[in-house]
T-cell receptor, first 114, second 117 residues
Framework: DTEVTQTPKHLVMGMTNKKSLKCEQHMGHRAMYWYKQKAKKPPELMFVYSYEKLSINESVPSRFSPECPNSSLLNLHLHALQPEDSALYLC?????????????FGPGTRLTVL | AQTVTQSQPEMSVQEAETVTLSCTYDTSESDYYLFWYKQPPSRQMILVIRQEAYKQQNATENRFSVNFQKAAKSFSLKISDSQLGDAAMYFCAYRREPSNSGYALNFGKGTSLLVTP
């Protein structure tokens, strides 16, 4: 099973709302990633978790708060977002050492901030 | 930072024909990995092919193959016998050799491939 799932598929929120994006994988991968993708642009890395610890933070604003409660789950908590944060948010996972290192992507959550 | 350049924003190919997508990159590393990812419209990003820099042999996956020129820092993707389902945005990506803390992919801007009947 090489599947990464993400919920919800679509999310519309106001600038004062608090919401969360969820990502799950059951491939035994110990690295998980959040990317932001604007239309017709490449994905931009936001965060990397390895062994459930934050290992890379690409200077993302604090209104985005990641969380990795266990090795299969990755959340992205959203608060006080701006309209320019509207984008497709992609989750990915990979092995860290040994085995295939391919990043497997989820289908994404399309976020609209009003 | 390692940069990845895809100089063709859009390409078009007829069904059953062959098309080559270009990618160049800039790095001072000697060990690294290169990838081509495919993202169909409103669908999931999937890996097409990967190449380890230390391998001289070009990677192939069925109808997809690469021309890896390490000295020239070039990594082009050839799609043979193009099919309608190949229509997608194609991203070239670079990453450094494995680390023990996950890794970052640097993506090019992408090439939108149109396949015509």
């Amino acid at each position: 099973d090489t599947e990464v799932t993400q919920t919800p598929k679509h999310l519309v929120m106001g600038m004062t709302n608090k919401k969360s994006l969820k990502c799950e994988q059951h491939m035994g991968h110990r690295a998980m990633y959040w990317y932001k993708q604007k239309a017709k642009k490449p994905p931009e890395l936001m965060f990397v978790y390895s062994y459930e610890k934050l290992s890379i933070n690409e200077s993302v604003p604090s209104r985005f708060s990641p969380e990795c409660p266990n090795s299969s789950l990755l959340n992205l908590h959203l608060h006080a977002l701006q309209p320019e944060d509207s984008a497709l948010y992609l989750c990915a996972s990979s092995a860290i050492a040994g085995g295939t290192d391919t990043q497997y992507f989820g289908p994404g959550t399309r976020l609209t901030v009003l | 930072a390692q940069t990845v350049t895809q100089s063709q924003p859009e390409m078009s190919v007829q069904e059953a024909e062959t098309v080559t997508l270009s990618c160049t990159y800039d790095t001072s590393e000697s060990d690294y990995y290169l990838f081509w990812y495919k993202q169909p419209p409103s669908r999931q990003m999937i890996l097409v092919i990967r190449q380890e820099a230390y391998k001289q042999q070009n990677a192939t996956e069925n109808r997809f193959s690469v021309n890896f020129q390490k000295a020239a820092k070039s990594f082009s993707l050839k799609i043979s016998d193009s099919q309608l389902g190949d229509a997608a945005m194609y991203f070239c990506a670079y990453r450094r050799e494995p680390s023990n803390s996950g890794y970052a992919l640097n993506f090019g801007k992408g090439t939108s491939l149109l396949v015509t009947p």
